[in-house]
């Protein structure tokens, strides 16, 4: 199983203004690779995993190709998609996954169900304890899960149907690190079994410890596309330097400035207006090769 | 003060909270860490006035609380951020909406809620979105400033920034501190980040070991150590609130 993304693109058309989700995103997944996705809360990440399983809302307008060995994920019919995609080819963890759970079951009712659906033989308990849930924890209402109980369930729900690509959209969060190490173990290991990931994060030291390939995105685009041990070692895209500079172990210094507005981007780098390196140069928009930058 | 002594807190047969004490001083910013589970998150409800618990008391700057949730007088001095902002939220509302409601109900002046929202790093283009038009770490962010709005005496910030990126999340840290040093508020941050609790708690750390297994009766529950013994783990590189 490969994935293919070729030049995806996501419009939201609101009353007024169009959003620039996703622009032009161009990347391989290979099989039995980790690729973590990582940038700015709002730049684009959920979009882009949603729009490969065909789930955006009515106002999204999706440009573009992915392929997912010869299928196209974007001109897919909705029917292929339900039927033969969603939780059998690509799983999905959700973010916020408690807001993803049905109310009114209990987790183990949720497992069962779907487990049922993809005639998948594993038992509620077993996948549970791969997600790192105690089986009596199963039989609660969603209400009545803390924060990273939900998290696991939804993580276990992803892993029922045994998918080949799995789109994990911040797994871990409400996790503690014992939960979020044995998470990115079973992540490993579905790689190392030749399965593929494509882990959404912000932890970055959950993604130093299970990514093979690091994409970071900024302002809608990919603005670094790396190996794990080349950007952890020092990554080349003055965003991706802010970003590695901001976290508690180093300067904790936000990048300054404005988040950009998607619907109004400039013609030329995005990152441009907080740049310490912008010169003229930047008026044009950098091509990605690696990194896409001027100055890089 | 924000005090609370010997909190108990029971979901039908399962005992969640066993005799928790915690103290957060006005001024002081403690972290609290602990596995998930453990009950960090309805510790976080008592204090913010949202539940009553079954057993202990709670004072804040010394007043005894008798009432709960919309009963409570002194509701509105103490903030909570929600760990899970999608629940947390109306979804209809817009996010300058969401902001403006505490204020509305305290018939304070709206235009408070724009600041807010751009002190928390929202563009103009959010104000007008609505929960499911708006990414995770945007909501958020409009939850952080609704938090803010009636300038609370104390701050629970129950996992803030666990879906914010790195720069996003100093952001934050650096404009509740600012806040805490303004008005003397108290901050407690709960989170499983424990470098970022390090850091932005200046090593005022609370962790609370006991694994999540307590059914009736049980003996766990309760946080091991005061912010006091933790002091040798103090950092020397206090956030700067300034930023
Ligand atoms: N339905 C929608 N209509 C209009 N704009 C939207 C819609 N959904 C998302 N957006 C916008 O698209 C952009 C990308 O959102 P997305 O959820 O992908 O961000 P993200 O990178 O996942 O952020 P986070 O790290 O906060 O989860 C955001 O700026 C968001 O406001
Ligand atoms: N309404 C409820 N009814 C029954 N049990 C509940 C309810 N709310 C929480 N619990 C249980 O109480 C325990 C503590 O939950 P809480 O959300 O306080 O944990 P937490 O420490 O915040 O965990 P996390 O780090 O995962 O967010 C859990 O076992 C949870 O299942
Ligand atoms: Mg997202
Ligand atoms: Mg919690």
Redesign the pocket.
Known sequence: MKLHVEGLSVRFRLPGAVVQAVTDARFTLDQGRCLALVGESGCGKSVMAHALLGLLPANAAVTGHAWLDDLDLITAPEQVLARQVRGRRIGLIPQSPAAHLTPVRTARAQLAETLRELGRPDTPDALARRAGLRPA?LD??P?????????RVANALALAGDPPLLLADEPTT???RPLVDATMAELRRLCDEGRSVLLITHDLRAAEQVADDIAVMYASRIVELASARAFFDGPRHPYAQGLLDALPTRAFTPIPGQPPELTRLPDGCAFQPRCPRATALCEEQPVLNEVACHHA | MLEATAIT?S??R?Q??DGVSLTVAPGETLGLA????????????VLALLQRPSGGTLTVDGQPISRWRHRARQRTSIGLIF?QPRLAVDPRFTLLDVIAEPLRAARRPLDRAHELAEEMGLTGELFTRRPHEVSDGQLQRACVARALALEPRYLVC??MTTMLDASTQAHLVTRIEAYRERTGAGVLA?S?DAELLDRWAGGNVRT?RHR?DVVVNGSGGRPEGTSRDVSDRRIATRPNAEG
């Open positions: 924890d609660r209402y209400h009545q899960l803390s924060g990273g109980m939900a998290q409400g996790l503690d | 807190v979901y039908g399962h969640v909270l602990g596995p998930s589970g453990c009950g960090k998150s309805t510790l976080a409800r760990q129950d996992e709960v499983h609370w999540p």
